[in-house]
T-cell receptor, first 114, second 113 residues
């Protein structure tokens, strides 16, 4: 596709449930990033992939959060045992590589944990 | 640690006028990149302008230009001939070599007719 796509657009779940958020990057982009944006704040880094491997996962808040990119394209962010504090917009971005290239963002997934 | 500060939570400007959004940052690196992104209510983060720290010339993109002061670690965005469609949240962001963007808290810009 022409841009980064994310599904679902919105996700409502109950506390304690498991959720998966999907990101489809721009074709040919080797680097993929996940950010979390709480209401009224700037996005905060979670994890980034160079190819299939997670090159930096220092932003993941705890071990309930995990992300994969098995074929070096689509990525899935997985959240186990969701908590109300996980409610936020989850943004995905991709770039051609990591040498200072511009990151292009998807529309985000708004997650609401009840 | 890298930090980005946007000291103006909200700004307003009349249509067709000029407005400047402020941003300061802190980094120990000599080579880095700075960005302004726009986020309208649709949530889509859109690149406005990009500046490489090693370039002395200020970046411009049509009605958007920056004033990059490396020694002062300042990176302000000037929007000329403001349009109603410029209404959005604007984020300043810092990218050091490699990976993650560090964002400021954002400035809400409202363009009034």
């Amino acid at each position: 596709g022409a841009g980064v796509s994310q599904t679902p657009s919105n996700k409502v779940t109950e506390k304690g449930k498991y959720v998966e958020l999907r990101c489809d990057p721009i074709s040919g982009h080797t680097a993929l990033y996940w950010y979390r944006q709480s209401l009224g704040q700037g996005p905060e880094f979670l994890i980034y992939f160079q190819g299939t491997g997670a090159a930096d996962d220092s932003g993941l808040p705890n071990d309930r959060f995990f992300a994969v990119r098995p074929e070096g394209s689509v990525s899935t962010l997985k959240i186990q045992r969701t908590e109300r504090g996980d409610s936020a917009v989850y943004l995905c971005a991709s770039s051609f590589d990591t040498s200072g290239e511009t990151q292009y963002f998807g529309p985000g997934t708004r997650l609401l944990v009840l | 640690a890298q930090t980005v500060t946007q000291s103006q939570p909200e700004m307003s400007v009349q249509e067709a006028e000029t407005v400047t959004l402020s941003c300061t940052y802190d980094t120990s690196e000599n080579n880095y990149y700075l960005f302004w992104y726009k986020q309208p209510p649709s949530r889509q983060m859109i690149l406005v302008i990009r500046q490489e720290a090693y370039k002395q010339q200020n970046a411009t993109e049509n009605r958007f230009s920056v004033n990059f002061q490396k020694a002062a670690k300042s990176f302000s965005l000037k929007i000329s001939d403001s349009q109603l469609g410029d209404t959005a949240m604007y984020f300043c962001a810092l990218l050091e070599y490699g990976n993650k963007l560090v964002f400021g808290a954002g400035t809400i810009l409202r363009v009034k007719s």
